[in-house]
């Protein structure tokens, strides 16, 4: 392999072992050299809890990026969560620099790379109705009158004895257990429940969950979480962009600290429904065969210039010039190609510290990610 020409700078990503994670085969095994799992996420950046590395050495990549880059592979949920915005990281940060690692706010964007399931924000008013005619064990743990908010409820179940939360639990997987046996049909926060109860025997996440909307999103349609925004993953590989940041509020399904006086910073106001980010989509053809494309995502309006994302696909023979405008990652996720002179295979990753032109030969069908 030839050197790599001087303005791109060869890196490797580095591999967290959270239990959640795949193991092998999966896309972030794919992505690095490890042998053992879990494989959960791969990091890209100059975070400090796990900064990228130069190809081929233990030395920290030489510049700070104001961006991360992140393949996930789900097997089990993550926990359920919140990632400040930017005045609560603050005050955070200062208040438990050992749960909140930085001051900085994490908007982010994720694009599935696969069917992906995922909890996003509050149910409204009418599906939290629904989900309380449907659990009756709810409506009893949670005290709940109608017209109450999910908000509030989730502040409600975090006060909760732990006694209350297992009992909760034992009525809850009876209850299921019944509908089963009567041949009715389950929701899929039920059905989640049910794969979840013996893992978080006495975790206040299995009454949160019913208050969260349970969505699947299709391999490439993205969508994009704002701060104080709650969330959580639940099955499936994406790829994550988002400022440098590592601040996770928690309130569930998790075995990790979960901070409910964080909780209350965060701001009383209902959660709209997430839709599907907007995307620019550029095909490239030869002689009426789609040779190549390019998806690039759009961010919401006020997080236009915290970082842009965009997806290459090319088909194999094909040949691309990716334009490069400012310092970016740029990462092979699928394939083999030959990337100005040099080939390279699926996990070889880039920083970019310059304005360039990237000529990139597909030598397999290929696909890569730029971050800028």
């Not at 393949?71 to 005045?87: G, M, R």
């Not at 701060?227 to 962009?241: R, S």
Request: net charge negative; proline share 5%.
């Amino acid at each position: 392999m030839a050197a790599e020409p001087s303005h791109i700078q060869r890196i490797q990503g580095r591999v967290q072992h959270y239990e959640w994670g795949r193991d092998k085969p999966c896309l972030v095994s794919s992505l690095s050299e490890l042998e053992n799992g879990p494989y959960a996420e791969i990091w890209y950046g100059s975070h400090s809890r796990l900064p990228s590395f130069l190809f081929g050495t233990n030395e920290p990549i030489d510049i700070k990026l104001p961006f991360l880059l992140k393949f996930l592979s789900i097997k089990n949920p993550l926990s359920l969560q919140i990632h400040p915005d930017a005045s609560t990281a603050e005050i955070l940060f200062k208040k438990d620099p050992i749960h909140y690692v930085d001051a900085n706010a994490k908007p982010e964007i994720c694009i599935p790379l696969s069917q992906f399931h995922c909890f996003l924000g509050f149910v409204d008013e009418e599906l939290l109705l629904f989900q309380m005619k449907n659990n009756p064990p709810l409506v009893e743990v949670l005290n709940y009158k109608e017209g109450e908010e999910a908000r509030t409820l989730l502040v409600r179940a975090h006060l909760l004895e732990k006694s209350k939360v297992i009992n909760y639990i034992n009525e809850m997987s009876k209850y299921i257990t019944s509908l089963i046996q009567n041949g009715k049909t389950l929701s899929k926060h039920q059905i989640l429940f049910n794969k979840l109860v013996n893992k978080f025997k006495n975790d206040v996440g299995l009454i949160v969950c019913f208050l969260l909307r349970y969505e699947i999103f299709e391999p490439y349609h993205a969508f994009f979480i704002p701060p104080n925004y709650p969330h959580g993953y639940i099955e499936g590989e994406c790829v994550e962009a988002m400022v440098s940041s590592d601040n996770v509020i928690r309130f569930g399904l998790t075995h990790k600290f979960c901070d409910l006086e964080a909780l209350q910073f965060i701001p009383h106001e209902t959660c709209n429904r997430i839709s599907e980010v907007d995307k620019e989509i550029l095909t490239i053809r030869s002689d009426d065969y789609q040779a190549a494309q390019s998806i690039r995502y759009i961010n919401p309006k006020q997080y236009l210039n915290s970082f842009i994302v965009t997806v290459y696909h090319i088909n194999k023979g094909f040949t691309i010039d990716v334009s490069i405008l400012s310092t970016s990652l740029f990462v092979l996720y699928k394939g083999k190609a030959r990337i100005e002179n040099s080939i390279y295979q699926i996990g070889a990753a880039f920083l970019i510290k310059d304005r360039n032109i990237l000529t990139v030969n597909a030598l397999d069908d290929v696909s890569l990610v730029l971050l800028s």
